[in-house]
């Protein structure tokens, strides 16, 4: 009898190490939720929750066609590190369908640069350049209106849902009017001063431009970012930049002050703060 008492519990100890066993590879197995979808819900309003810190991971602020790596003779002091990184075209079709004159104007951008970048004045980078700048960017999310905020010189932009009048001035950041096609996030933006580049090799616009951006949620933690431009002065035709953008699943996520106005004074004011001799 004894025998047999000890072999039962031996028999049940073993089938309950067997099933902790498989429970656990089955646990290990399971996807597990990132931080960033921890206490977040699916959706706001019945529309995709865009809530979060989202980043580009491309070499579109350098250059929006292919451009292969390259060397940057004004600052070999730097070797290596002072380079353009070699990038895919983010345009769809691979080119910028300029008019002539104004291809003659981004080479002359080109030719002139960094100091004719007004990133490298620590201007606002105006639409849609901010969203594919090499800092992440944080949208708020609500009931109505959305709020998009970035670290480059304290820029934001408030997509309005609701007010689309037209802006009383032209601006960098322009003004943002948003709409919903399904479970798609349309921003259609104008009112921009013209001044913008949209990269670091001379591409621009004018005032005239319309910019119309889609952001469609693929997952999570993916967005599909697309953005037409209309400008018949500039453009023979519109034309569409399109990549994806990555939400920052870091636990502490946070952006930080990019405050760039003093690292740009001796760049725009070099003949009253250099020492006269």
Not at 13 to 40: E, F, H, K, M
Not at 167 to 190: F, H, I, R
Not at 249 to 273: G, I, S, T
Request: proline share 7%; net charge positive.
């Amino acid at each position: 009898m004894r025998k047999r008492f000890i072999g039962a519990i031996v028999m049940t100890a073993t089938l309950l190490l067997t099933v902790g066993i498989v429970r656990g590879q089955q646990a290990a197995q399971a996807p597990q939720a990132s931080p960033a979808q921890l206490d977040r819900p699916a959706r706001i309003s019945g529309r995709p929750n865009f809530n979060g810190i989202w980043q580009a991971m491309n070499n579109a602020n350098w250059n929006l066609e292919a451009h292969s790596a390259e060397a940057l003779k004004d600052f070999w002091q730097l070797g290596a590190i002072g380079a353009i990184p070699a990038g895919q075209s983010v345009v769809r079709g691979g080119a910028i369908p300029y008019l002539p004159q104004a291809a003659k104007k981004r080479n002359e951008n080109r030719a002139k640069w960094p100091a004719s970048d007004p990133e490298a004045k620590c201007f606002m980078l105006g639409v849609p350049r901010v969203t594919y700048h090499n800092m992440p960017f944080q949208i708020f999310q609500g009931n109505n209106d959305l709020l998009m905020v970035y670290p480059f010189a304290a820029a934001q932009r408030v997509i309005y849902m609701k007010d689309h009048s037209e802006a009383p001035v032209d601006s960098w950041m322009g003004k943002s009017n948003g709409t919903w096609q399904g479970d798609v996030l349309v921003v259609t933006t104008s009112s921009l001063n013209g001044q913008q580049w949209l990269d670091r090799a001379g591409n621009h616009y004018s005032n005239k431009v319309k910019v119309t951006e889609r952001f469609t949620l693929l997952g999570p933690n993916h967005i599909w970012y697309e953005a037409t431009l209309e400008d018949p002065q500039t453009f023979s035709r519109p034309w569409t930049i399109e990549m994806p953008l990555y939400r920052l699943v870091d636990k502490n996520a946070q952006l930080l002050e990019h405050k760039c106005v003093p690292f740009a004074d001796m760049l725009l004011y070099q003949d009253l703060l250099q020492p006269k001799k």
